[in-house]
């Protein structure tokens, strides 16, 4: 879209304070999240979604002026920064915001419908820096989505529970990256056929002060929105790799460590450098490491994640596209793709039993990844029956509850001794 991001925006902001400081006046923060982004990217794929956020950002600059800055901050998430004489001329510019996206657009011959929920905080007034502006317009913007979705809502205090909730996690989770508060937790993978271990997923952790052992799902989304997720992810690539440095000398020199990728990580331009030092600093050899992404990030922009994961699979590192079947990819860029392994998402495996559509499913992404020369890896295994009908179709690698769950290295490896010793 070639507009700023969140970086040039938080130094456009705090420029705004400064000017309403001196001069008085006041400004605007519009938080702005498409309604129905998401389907139209699902139905046409990524590229006519990337088409239709262009002509979003033209739409909305139409009526800017050049005091007022308008960013991306996210997939479907604009932030629109406008000077205002008075905090009563707000209402007006979010409606014609909403007006303007709500008319259709037509991109590559298809006529497409989306419209905008839009959240505003003002300054003076609804924050103190530039991060708790933005909390609060997003707090608004979640509340006109709730209100019925192509309307705006201010923010008002009432809505402050919540951006306070958010804005102190974000707080912690930097203290978090400060001070270490991280931890890794690894779940075994194990061949299907002899049932030997062959390796282990590293999974995230957060051993907060006050709240104990957090999970990522109560974290990950405000790490991946503040830009937190790139020194958290370059901590959890280097970790995983001194663990895995361990076990090599141990005498597992046969395993990979899988370490998850997030969109943002995927984009980050130091990922290829992050993964080379990781790589010499604990002189692991390169296909030790699996590094798993999902369809989704893989296809968002399918030319330039084809350069990163070129250059990752060159290096000799093992390239995995996890939850497999819940994207879109099209099957030439799948074919194209530089990937080693394919891992079929818990949530085709989960109901295997019961649903013949996903044993189906779960067949058929087998026999692509065996006409494709790639492992396959089942995730979700929680029953004897899972375990034997995915052993049976071909699966080579099986993780799960059923198998193993995730563990700190030292339960983990006392996990793995015991299964040696009972084989």
């Known amino acids: 879209t070639g507009l ?7 130094d456009r902001i705090s420029q705004a304070m400064a000017k309403v400081a001196e001069q008085g006046g006041c400004f605007s923060l519009m938080f702005i999240d498409l309604d129905g982004f998401k ?14 956020l262009r002509e979003v950002a033209l739409r909305l600059r139409e009526q800017l002026r050049s005091q007022d800055t308008l960013a991306r901050i996210g997939g479907d998430e604009f932030v629109l920064l406008v000077r205002l004489s008075e905090p ?38 609804n924050g103190q820096t530039a991060e708790e502006l933005l909390m609060n317009a997003d707090a608004a913007m979640y509340h006109a989505k709730g209100a019925g979705k192509n309307g705006y809502s201010f923010f008002d205090v009432s809505m402050n529970t919540n951006a306070r909730k958010q804005l102190q996690l974000l707080q912690d989770l930097r203290q978090a990256v400060e001070q270490n508060q991280f ?42 929105k503040t830009g937190l997720i790139i020194p958290i992810g370059e901590w959890v690539l280097n970790e995983a790799c001194r663990q895995m440095r361990m076990w090599f000398d141990q005498g597992y020199s046969h395993w990979r460590i899988a ?18 030092a990781s790589l010499e600093q604990h002189g692991l050899p390169a296909n030790s490491l699996t590094l798993e992404i999902t369809e989704t990030t893989a296809m968002s922009d399918a030319d330039a994640s084809m350069t990163v994961l070129q250059k990752l699979s060159q290096m000799g590192v093992d390239l995995s596209i996890d939850d497999f079947g819940t994207g879109y990819s099209s099957l030439m860029y799948l ?52 375990q034997s009908f995915l052993t049976t179709l071909g699966c080579d690698a099986l993780q799960g509850f059923l198998l193993g769950q995730p563990l700190p290295a030292e339960q983990f490896m006392l996990d793995i001794h015991r299964a040696e010793l009972s084989r």
């Open 335 to 386: 074919k194209r793709l530089p990937a080693n392994e394919l891992k079929i998402d818990r949530g085709f495996v989960r109901d295997l039993e019961h649903d013949s559509d996903d044993a189906a499913i779960v067949s058929a992404i087998v026999a692509l990844g065996q006409a494709l020369g790639l492992r396959i890896v089942a995730e979700g295994v929680e029953t004897d029956t899972q």
């Open 259 to 276: 370490v998850n990728l997030s969109a943002l990580q995927f984009c980050y331009s130091g990922l290829v450098d992050s993964v080379v």
């Open 88 to 125: 009563d001329d707000a209402p007006q510019v979010a409606a014609r915001q909403v007006s303007l996206l709500s008319k259709g657009f037509r991109v590559d011959e298809h006529d497409l419908q989306i419209s905008a929920s839009v959240g505003i905080a003002l300054y003076p007034g």
């Open 39 to 52: 389907p139209v990217n699902d139905a046409f794929g990524h590229h006519l979604g990337d088409r239709l």
């Open 183 to 224: 931890r890794l937790h690894y779940q075994p993978k194990f061949d299907a056929t002899s049932g030997q271990p062959v390796g282990a997923e590293a999974l995230l952790r957060w051993e907060h002060p006050q709240q104990g052992l957090l999970l990522p799902e109560h974290f990950i989304e405000l790490a991946e």
């Open 4 to 10: 700023p991001n969140r970086t040039l925006l938080a």
